[in-house]
């Protein structure tokens, strides 16, 4: 019975392993098939979590407000924002094809809010990690770096006012 119980947690242990490891690479590669996969559990299970906390102070994800390139409805998406002199890097772990990103881009604008502050911002670009993580922090960019995210959007804050 001990070899019975020991066998089916080796199995198991082995099964797991096996998930992570195709989770792992498949991310690195950006292998459609687990980006894929990756995505839909997160816009189902992690993305609705996320929002309940998203955009406050302390909170780890930011939100991003987006208006759809073809439907016209308002959407909010959680995101992982880090600030730069002038907006907000976000990386872009799946590359360029989730939808809202292609909204913002479409668009020309968003609104992200961020530790309880609300920005609008603009001129959404795609940039490369090297630009980027300057302005990500050291721990973040180790994750970064092990799933091979290497591109980020980049956005500005819209200046409000009249400068002096």
Same mark, same amino acid.
């Given at each position: 019975? *001990? %070899?019975?119980i +020991?066998?089916a947690l $080796?199995a198991l242990?082995?099964?797991?392993?096996a998930?992570? &490891?195709?989770?792992?690479?498949?991310?690195?590669?950006?292998?459609?098939?687990?980006?894929?996969?990756?995505?839909r559990?997160?816009?189902?299970?992690?993305n609705?979590?996320?929002?309940k906390?998203?955009?406050k102070?302390?909170?780890y994800?930011?939100v *991003? %407000?987006?208006? +759809?390139?073809v439907? $016209?409805a308002?959407?909010?998406?959680?995101i992982?924002?880090? &600030?730069?002199?002038?907006?907000f890097?976000?990386?872009?772990?799946?590359?360029?094809?989730p939808?809202?990103?292609?909204?913002?881009?479409?668009?020309?604008?968003?609104?992200?809010?961020?530790?309880?502050e609300?920005?609008?911002?603009?001129?959404?670009e *795609?940039?490369?990690a090297?630009?980027?993580l300057?302005f990500?922090?050291?721990?973040?960019?180790?994750?970064?770096r092990?799933?091979n995210?290497?591109?980020?959007?980049?956005?500005?804050?819209?200046?409000?006012?009249?400068?002096?």
């Amino acid at each position: 019975m *001990i %070899r019975l119980i +020991g066998a089916a947690l $080796g199995a198991l242990l082995i099964a797991v392993a096996a998930i992570g &490891a195709v989770f792992a690479i498949g991310m690195r590669t950006k292998y459609p098939p687990v980006t894929t996969a990756v995505r839909r559990m997160n816009r189902k299970v992690m993305n609705p979590r996320a929002m309940k906390t998203a955009g406050k102070p302390g909170a780890y994800a930011g939100v *991003i %407000r987006h208006v +759809g390139r073809v439907s $016209g409805a308002e959407y909010e998406t959680p995101i992982g924002p880090f &600030a730069t002199t002038d907006g907000f890097v976000i990386a872009l772990p799946y590359g360029t094809s989730p939808d809202w990103l292609k909204n913002v881009v479409a668009a020309g604008s968003a609104v992200i809010v961020h530790e309880g502050e609300t920005y609008q911002v603009d001129r959404p670009e *795609i940039i490369d990690a090297a630009e980027a993580l300057e302005f990500v922090p050291p721990g973040e960019q180790t994750s970064l770096r092990v799933f091979n995210v290497d591109e980020f959007l980049c956005v500005r804050v819209v200046q409000t006012g009249t400068p002096e």
